[in-house]
């Protein structure tokens, strides 16, 4: 396969895409672990939290880290009542809110690129069926009002990338939806790290 763009040679995603390398920890999570292919989710989300920074500013990074995981463990007596909850679809099953909001309706996600991936015709064919099943376990967790949101661009290891939205959508009858466009704020985050870019053998195929 060629090789896909990677994150800036020098910023934190593209050191931490260096060790996953070397490691092989990749491959570790997905073949040796239950729930490698969520684990491996989220160390590409740390990779996009990473973007922002160099890779000699790692004690910064871990700081913030920490600060994040500080507020997240306060006592649920000192937050607000009405507060936003922040869920998987898999931990939403069973329940139920006035709101829901459903991110990241885009190919790759929903469907899964892991879902799909090296599938083709009756097995693809089921595989798109029980992520439209998923989809619309989130829908139906809704009461009164839903919401059903995708990027036209989204950071992968730490790099931006052209989203198509999911065709889960245009299966939505057009009078049960409305279609509103939401423009990104104004300006661009700092970058703090050479704009040189290297490439990846792989890590970042199907992203």
Partial sequence: AAAALGPAEGSMAWFLLRVLEQTGYEQFLKHESTDGADRWRNVRELANLAAPYA???????????????????????????????????????????????????????????????????????????????????????ARESLILTHARTRLTWGVARQMDASRFLDEIPRDLRRDLAVAAPPGTPRRRFSKRRSSSSGMLQGF
């Fill in 55 to 141: 890779a000699e500013e790692l004690v910064d990074f871990l700081d913030q880290l920490a600060l994040v995981q500080d507020q997240d463990g306060l006592d649920a007596d000192e937050a607000a009542a009405a507060r936003v909850k922040l869920m998987t679809i898999h931990a939403a099953k069973g329940l139920e809110f006035d709101l829901v909001v459903v991110a990241g309706c885009e190919e790759g996600l929903l469907p899964h690129y892991y879902a799909t991936a090296d599938k083709e015709g009756a097995a693809l064919a089921e595989a798109v069926d029980e992520e439209r099943r998923l989809l619309y376990v989130a829908m139906t967790r």
